[in-house]
């Protein structure tokens, strides 16, 4: 406004601002996740249909992505990002050490970042099924591979578009909302809200904060507590209406 005002009283012939550009503060994952109030997530049965609707109605890749999503809590941008040598087949293990950056949504133009904070680093255990199907999906990539021949980018991505360079953020969620229509599920969720879900079945299963602090990879507690806290309240509303609805059950047939 100044330079402005400078101009029309012939002060400065120019506004050296003109193409200046405030920067927008960027979120964290951490704050993101953080503040999150509106966390939706996939009940147990929800799962199970969606994943069963991805085995046999996906399209390539679909169902080992949303699986690992599911049974792992990675975010989208880790799993992408992930590269063959950073699954352990023997011990059952993914380290997880970067997360993928695609602002145009296109595959030749991404960077491989280090994870926002020091947390996010990490080594999680696999569920043997999961394993089971990264080696069949590297088997098929392999194929691919031959296919191409020279044509294929060989950089050692897990979930490689054809072209062998890592598949973009959009289509996972394209791929997602589609999946969700075929299996009539009408939830606005996205794959980050597998990340919800998997912590929900956590916290039904028992598992201990600080537990799922280090396979989620949260930097510090207090962004575990904040999902928890709401997750939990969550679990808690749903278990008191269906105890609601037995106790209504029982009380008609007496």
């Known amino acids: ?28 994952v951490e704050d993101i996740e953080r ?20 085995q046999e109605h996906g399209l390539a890749m679909d169902y080992v992505v949303f699986s ?12 992408l990002a992930l590269q063959w040598k950073d699954i352990n087949f023997k011990e059952h293990t993914i380290a997880i050490t970067k997360t993928l950056y ?3 949504n ?24 999961i394993i089971s199907l990264l080696k069949k999906h590297k088997a098929e990539q392999n ?23 890592p598949e973009v953020p959009k289509k996972i969620e394209l791929r997602m909302k589609r999946l969700l229509r ?9 794959p980050h809200s597998l990340r919800h879900t998997h912590t929900s079945l956590l916290i039904e299963a028992g598992v201990g904060i600080k537990e799922i602090q280090q396979r989620l990879g949260h930097a510090d507690i207090e962004t575990t507590m904040n999902i928890y806290a709401h997750l939990t309240k969550d679990l808690e509303e749903r278990a008191s209406q269906k105890f609601g609805e037995l106790m209504s059950g029982l009380i008609k047939n007496l």
């Open 35 to 54: 503040g999150n109030k509106d966390m939706k997530f996939l009940e147990k049965h929800e799962l199970a249909l969606f994943l069963k609707t991805a």
């Open 68 to 79: 690992t999503l599911a049974y792992t809590g990675m975010r989208l941008g880790e799993l």
């Open 106 to 129: 296109n595959e030749r133009y991404y960077q491989l970042l280090p994870p926002k904070t020091q947390g996010s680093i990490r080594t999680i255990k696999v569920d043997p099924n």
């Open 1 to 28: 406004m100044i330079f402005k005002k400078a101009m029309e009283l012939e002060l400065i012939n120019s506004n050296p601002t003109e193409y200046a550009k405030v920067p927008k503060q960027k979120k964290t």
């Open 143 to 165: 194929e691919i591979k031959l296919q191409m021949g020279e044509l294929y980018h060989d950089l050692g991505f897990v979930f490689a578009r054809p072209s062998g360079f």
């Open 102 to 104: 695609s602002p145009r």
């Open 182 to 190: 075929i299996a009539n599920i009408h939830k606005r969720v996205t």
